[in-house]
């Protein structure tokens, strides 16, 4: 009998050393603090430090740090935005039942993915800069980015993303995100391509369901499922470029955005379906190599997704084919050595229409050899950028550079090079 007591001590304490805590002390400090403030007409600072920032744990601690906010930015947004403060708070509250909710299913994603992770779950409240971060094995959450709903005030933010950013957030909960972004924590970094951060960000959704046991909601898969043939058509015609933009955080651009959450929930829950070994499944797809082509790919057609063998080389051909290019520049041939330096403007010939955000870099040679002035704009077919020019010197080599930062067609497709190099030189006198 006391062999079996002694080892029940012993395996308690083991679960309770290699446990998990979750921490929402920070939540609780920071309403008191906020609280306070409201009252007080001076010494805001030390009420603050006293109340809130002497008191926060390790995990705000950390999110202060890697996300760059202080107690300044603190008191600027308590001053700046007090309708959208008063709004989200009884959505803040991490009550015992939802903590219970999570524990059991980080209890169940150790079941279905052994683990030997220690790390730490803090619900904090920052300043609006990020919704969560990892830090090691440790999941930071500012939950003031997450919970809030159409109930939520945003009329005070000055930036559009903000004002957008709970306009689909009505159906996804708290319990959701955590686990979501729990794992994180196992997965490799980096994103190689279009396919590889859809598939690292939409299987976390799925195991969030599995552990769950609930359905994972969320407005990109309601509007996936609806619209299934014709999202896989257009993702399968990007999934090997870097066209991130328009697959994920586009809710300024998109009526449907983060398509490629759901593109990857799918080939990951295809993929898990279509396996003997269930567990093997979820290691495979946690510790999936994400900044490898191939692997990504070995794991699509596994998933058969695509129905089928997947030929990248035509896909990747094909997707360059619709990247907009410059044709010519009408005024010489780039690079000519004998310009007329009377010259007034530059017309850039694009292949296809483009949008009017068009990224335009300095000279490396330096400013003196940057020749631009102004940027006149597009013309009415969106194909020729008119750029009027400086007085040129006699005899001087002049350049700059058409990026893609941003440089994309109507249709979404992103410039074709890196940096497409103008340059000239202008004659002697």
Excluded at 69 to 94: C, G, H, M, V
Excluded at 260 to 288: Q, R, T
Excluded at 350 to 366: D, T
Aim: glycine share 4%.
């Amino acid at each position: 009998m006391k062999k079996i007591i002694l080892t029940l001590i012993i395996l308690t304490f083991f679960n309770y050393t290699n446990a998990q805590k979750i921490l929402t002390s920070d939540i609780t400090n920071f309403w008191t603090a906020y609280d306070s403030i409201q009252k007080a007409n001076s010494n805001k600072n030390e009420i603050l430090e006293n109340l809130f920032l002497n008191k926060k744990t390790e995990g705000l601690n950390a999110f202060m740090q890697i996300k760059k906010f202080d107690k300044d930015d603190y008191l600027k947004a308590f001053e700046k935005y007090p309708q959208f403060w008063n709004s989200i708070r009884p959505n803040t509250l991490i009550d015992a039942k939802k903590i219970k909710t999570i524990n059991k299913a980080l209890t169940k994603l150790k079941k279905l993915y052994p683990n030997n992770s220690k790390g730490n779950i803090y619900y904090t409240i920052g300043t609006l800069k990020s919704g969560g971060t990892t830090n090691d094995e440790d999941l930071l959450l500012g939950i003031e980015k997450i919970v809030g709903n159409e109930n939520t005030i945003v009329s005070e933010f000055e930036n559009e993303n903000l004002k957008k950013m709970f306009q689909f957030s009505k159906t996804t909960t708290i319990e959701q995100v955590t686990i979501h972004e729990f794992v994180h924590t196992f997965q490799n970094d980096g994103e190689i391509n279009v396919l590889s951060k859809a598939i690292k960000e939409g299987s976390c959704d799925f195991v969030a369901e599995l552990t769950l046991n609930k359905k994972f909601n969320s407005h990109y898969i309601d509007y996936g499922f609806k619209n299934y043939e014709q999202i896989k058509f257009q993702f399968k015609s990007e999934m090997f470029s870097q066209n991130f933009g328009n697959w994920f955080y586009n809710s300024d651009l998109s009526k449907n955005p983060d398509l490629g959450y759901f593109v990857g929930y799918v080939v990951s829950k295809k993929y898990y379906e279509n396996s003997k070994d269930k567990k093997k499944a979820i290691k495979d797809i946690i510790e999936l190599d994400f900044n490898s082509e191939l692997a990504v790919l070995q794991f699509l057609e596994k998933s058969n997704y695509c129905e089928g063998k997947i030929n990248v080389e035509q896909i990747k051909s094909a997707y360059k084919n619709k990247q907009p290019k410059i044709i010519r520049i009408v005024e010489f041939d780039n690079g000519n050595q004998n310009i007329n330096q009377n010259i007034k403007q530059i017309q850039i010939v694009f292949s296809k229409p483009m949008n009017e955000k068009i990224s335009i870099n300095f000279s490396k040679f330096g400013k003196e050899h940057f020749p631009l002035k102004n940027i006149v704009g597009l013309d009415e077919t969106k194909t020729i950028l008119t750029l009027e020019i400086i007085d040129l010197k006699f005899n001087t080599e002049y350049d700059f550079y058409v990026t893609d930062r941003g440089t994309k067609s109507i249709d979404g497709y992103p410039f074709a090079e890196e940096e497409y190099k103008v340059s000239f030189k202008t004659n002697h006198k």
